[in-house]
Nanobody, 119 residues
Framework: QVQLVESGGGLVQAGGSLRLSCVAS????????MGWFRQAPGKEREFVAA????????YYADSVKGRFTISRDNAKNTVYLQMNSLKPEDTAVYFC????????????WGQGTQVTVSS
C-alpha cells in the first residue's frame, strides 16, 4: 500500500520561506515522477511543481517560477518543495502526489500540509 506523508507546513509572514517534505512508501520510488499540488479555500486543486524520476527535469506553475524549487532524494524516498518569497496568495493545503509522468500525476495523494502566509 502506497503512502505519501507530507510535512513542513506552517504559518509564515509574507516574504518568508518554508520547505515541505514528502516521504513516499513506494518500493520503486526512483521510477516515479513526483509532484506538488495545492488547494486554497473555495478553489480547485492546482498544479504547483513536478520532478521526473531522475531529478533532471523540473516543471513549475507560472505563479511559483523563480520562487519555489522542487527536488528529490531517491535514497530517502523523499521529495521536497523549497518555497521562498512567499505571498499571501500561496496560502493553501499542499499535497504530494506521484505518477508515471507529469501528465499522469495523481496516482496517489498524501493527506496534505497547511501553509498559511500572513501579510
Amino acid at each position: 500500500q502506497v503512502q505519501l506523508v507530507e510535512s513542513g507546513g506552517g504559518l509564515v509572514q509574507a516574504g518568508g520561506s518554508l520547505r515541505l517534505s514528502c516521504v513516499a512508501s513506494i518500493r520503486t520510488f526512483s521510477a516515479y515522477t513526483m509532484g506538488w499540488f495545492r488547494q486554497a479555500p473555495g478553489k480547485e486543486r492546482e498544479f504547483v511543481a513536478a520532478i521526473d524520476w531522475s531529478g533532471g527535469n523540473t516543471y513549475y506553475a507560472d505563479s511559483v517560477k523563480g520562487r519555489f524549487t522542487i527536488s528529490r532524494d531517491n535514497a530517502k524516498n523523499t521529495v521536497y518543495l523549497q518555497m521562498n518569497s512567499l505571498k499571501p496568495e500561496d496560502t493553501a493545503v499542499y499535497f504530494c502526489t506521484d505518477g508515471n509522468r507529469v501528465q499522469t500525476l495523481g496516482l496517489h495523494w498524501g493527506q496534505g500540509t497547511q501553509v498559511t502566509v500572513s501579510s
